[in-house]
Every structure is written in structure tokens, then in C-alpha cells.
């Protein structure tokens, strides 16, 4: 009879070999791969296309805020999705809930809007 414990020591030998087997490649290339170091070989390299300034000039917020607020959104679309398919099934009380959702999310997005989050200047 098997334990509990004893049905996830595969699972703890593959994660055992995995990590062994990674730290052993990075030990290998490391030991055997060249050491030349060259100003050439030091730059940053993107596409062939010559390096033009500081890669790290800072830019807009923004960028970052609507791809956060796009995840969001995109989120409330998926959880969306199995209440359209068993709508008949969840009845009534299905759909209070997934109006009570919804109004969460509008007032999220109408904060969002008064607080001029999608604005770009």
C-alpha cells in the first residue's frame, strides 16, 4: 500500500534532475567556452542595426500602466466566458453574481477614467 508521500517522489526526482541537469550545463559552458573578452563582443547587439544612444533614456509610464490595465480587462473577458456558456444552467442567481462582477469592473474603469489613466499628452 502506498503513501501519500511516496506518490510525489517522481515528481521530486524530475525536479532533482532537471535542476542537476541545468547547473551542469551552465558549470560545462562556463568552463569550457572562451574567455576572450573584446569591446566588440561587450556591446549590445540588436538586430544588426548600429547602437544609437542610451538604452536606458527613460520614457512614459503610460506604456506600462495600459498594458497593466489591459491584462485587467482581459481578465474579466476570460472569467466572462464560462458564465456565457452555462448561462441557462446558473439561473437567476448566476446572473445577480455575474452583474455584481461586472459592477465591480465598471467602477474600476470609470476610477480609471476620472483619474486620466488613458490620457496621452
Not at 568552463?31 to 566588440?40: A, D, F, H, M, V
Request: a positive charge; glycine letters at 6%.
Amino acid at each position: 500500500m502506498n503513501t501519500p508521500a511516496l506518490d510525489f517522489v517522481p515528481i521530486a526526482l524530475m525536479f532533482i534532475v532537471a535542476a542537476g541537469f541545468v547547473v551542469t550545463t551552465m558549470l560545462v559552458s562556463h568552463l569550457l567556452g572562451p574567455k576572450r573578452k573584446t569591446n566588440t563582443k561587450q556591446e549590445s547587439f540588436e538586430c544588426g542595426i548600429e547602437v544609437q544612444g542610451n538604452a536606458r533614456s527613460p520614457f512614459s509610464v503610460k506604456y506600462f500602466l495600459v498594458a497593466i490595465l489591459f491584462v485587467l480587462f482581459d481578465v474579466e473577458v476570460i472569467f466572462m466566458y464560462p458564465w456565457a456558456v452555462n448561462f441557462k444552467a446558473l439561473g437567476l442567481l448566476g446572473f445577480l453574481e455575474m452583474m455584481t462582477f461586472v459592477a465591480f469592473f465598471l467602477v474600476g474603469f470609470i476610477y480609471i477614467i476620472k483619474k486620466g489613466a488613458l490620457k496621452w499628452e
